[in-house]
């Protein structure tokens, strides 16, 4: 297990992200009754974009060190970005951060309270109809990461996160999950986190170590279905407040928006660090 492979143009990365978007999703976000669970994980999903682009920036260029994509799964399963990157799977980063539908001005208070704004670009909206067609989504997902594999064999190993509220209606995605993570790159297998959210205020369980005491089946599933957390990643989860060990598995059951952000920052904060500035 290396995960220490040099991103760079020459040898880019790759972030997935699978949203449901099936109708429970509009249900509002535990502890925050303004906003859906679909809102909520559209602000988490476009802030972490705007970041990935701003960390690939060199003086007027935004260096292709990424390809990201996010594929939707409700009423179908697809890519989910939307204006000129509509029906697009992978992109490099510089074509998305292009190509945002557009770049709102929100509120932001400073550290002497005044409110100011920020610059806020949109890729992705909140949605929310169907069911949740989990392991169709896994099984297209697996289908792209290959892709990028053989195009890029010794790349640091892509990463693929899930963002769920609720259990599979199609199939068991454990069998697709495994055989996604089984994938790899030279530098080690692609790593799959699962994110479950809920609507209801309960116990929220961040990067366990083992499935007992989990609450439910279907946590447990997402749980098993979660790749072991490595060892480059246990500084970032430390550094979070986390206890992570050996068995650690990157996977969030009844995440609040705060653990949400967090828990991609842990994901991404590897493949930023390892990141050629020059090329």
């Given at each position: 297990m290396q995960y220490t492979a040099e991103i760079s143009r020459a040898n880019p990365t790759c972030f997935l992200?699978?949203?449901?978007?099936?109708?429970?999703?509009?249900?509002?976000m535990a502890g925050?009754?303004?906003?859906?669970?679909?809102?909520?994980v559209s602000d988490a999903i476009n802030t972490l974009l705007y970041t990935l682009s701003l960390r690939c920036v060199w003086g007027n260029s935004v260096f292709d060190r990424f390809h990201v994509g996010v594929l939707g799964y409700g009423v179908q399963?697809?890519?989910?970005?939307?204006?000129?990157?509509t029906g697009k799977d992978l992109v490099p980063i510089s074509e998305l951060a292009r190509n945002p539908l557009r770049v709102e001005q929100r509120p932001r208070a400073g550290a002497d309270g005044a409110v100011g704004s920020v610059r806020f670009p949109v890729w992705f909206?909140?949605?929310?109809?169907?069911?949740?067609p989990m392991a169709a989504a896994f099984q297209r997902a697996g289908?792209?990461?290959?892709?990028?594999?053989?195009d890029h064999p010794d790349c640091f190993p892509p990463i693929v996160i899930n963002i769920t509220d609720g259990k599979p209606t199609d199939a068991n995605p454990e069998e697709a999950a495994a055989r996604l993570r089984q994938l790899s790159s030279t530098d080690g297998n692609v790593l799959v986190f699962n994110l479950h959210i809920s609507d209801a205020s309960g116990q929220r369980l961040e990067f366990p170590d083992r499935e007992d005491g989990l609450p439910d089946l279907y946590a447990?599933?997402?749980?098993?279905?979660?790749?072991?957390?490595?060892?480059?990643?246990?500084?970032?989860?430390?550094?979070s407040g986390l206890h992570?060990?050996?068995?650690?598995?990157?996977?969030?059951?009844?995440?609040?928006?705060d653990s949400v952000i967090r828990s991609l920052d842990i994901g991404t904060r590897v493949g930023v660090a390892n990141k050629k500035q020059t090329s």
């Open positions: 992200f699978l949203i449901d978007q099936s109708k429970s999703m509009l249900k509002p925050d009754p303004t906003r859906t669970k679909a809102e909520a399963v697809g890519p989910a970005l939307g204006g000129a990157l909206e909140p949605t929310g109809d169907g069911k949740t289908a792209l990461v290959a892709g990028f594999l053989v447990r599933l997402l749980f098993r279905m979660s790749s072991p957390l490595p060892p480059p990643m246990h500084d970032a989860a430390r550094e992570v060990g050996a068995g650690t598995r990157g996977f969030v059951f009844n995440a609040d928006i």
